[in-house]
């Protein structure tokens, strides 16, 4: 398995900006598609969005879709989330995982997670 460990998460207002970092290390970073996951106080982890081995293919939930984009980069063996235009209701616990075989939205099919980076966003 990959080993992730999150980063850039904080406390921030309404309206600002936060990029989050998920850097991996153990095995070939080109041999995972990558996902973002956040999981709120009292509700279920949730898929935020995920991205391609290739970096060719993306996709978004409908609630940070126009506001968050997702991106890799490869000899960083790093993935970001860029949020843009955060909203009270993003406050959550964010995840990065990878899948050797899977790039959809079941994080059943995720085999590598980090530890979670706290965002809380303030209204």
């Known amino acids: 398995q990959v080993q992730l460990v999150e980063s850039g998460g904080g406390l921030v207002q309404a309206g600002d900006s936060l990029r989050l970092s998920c850097a991996a290390s153990?095995?070939?970073?080109?041999?995972?598609?990558m996902g973002w996951f956040r999981q709120a106080p009292g509700k279920e982890r949730e898929f935020v969005a995920v991205?391609?081995?290739?970096?060719?293919?993306?996709a978004y939930a409908d609630s940070v879709k126009g506001r968050f984009t997702i991106s890799r980069d490869s000899a960083k063996n790093t993935v970001y989330l860029q949020m843009n235009s955060l909203k009270p209701e993003d406050t959550a616990v964010y995840y990065c995982?990878?899948?050797?075989?899977?790039?959809?939205?079941?994080?059943?099919?995720?085999?590598?997670w980090g530890q979670g980076t706290q965002v809380t966003v303030s209204s």
């Open positions: 153990g095995r070939t970073f080109s041999n995972y598609a």
């Open positions: 991205i391609s081995r290739s970096g060719g293919s993306t």
């Open positions: 995982a990878a899948s050797t075989y899977y790039n959809g939205r079941d994080d059943a099919r995720y085999d590598s």
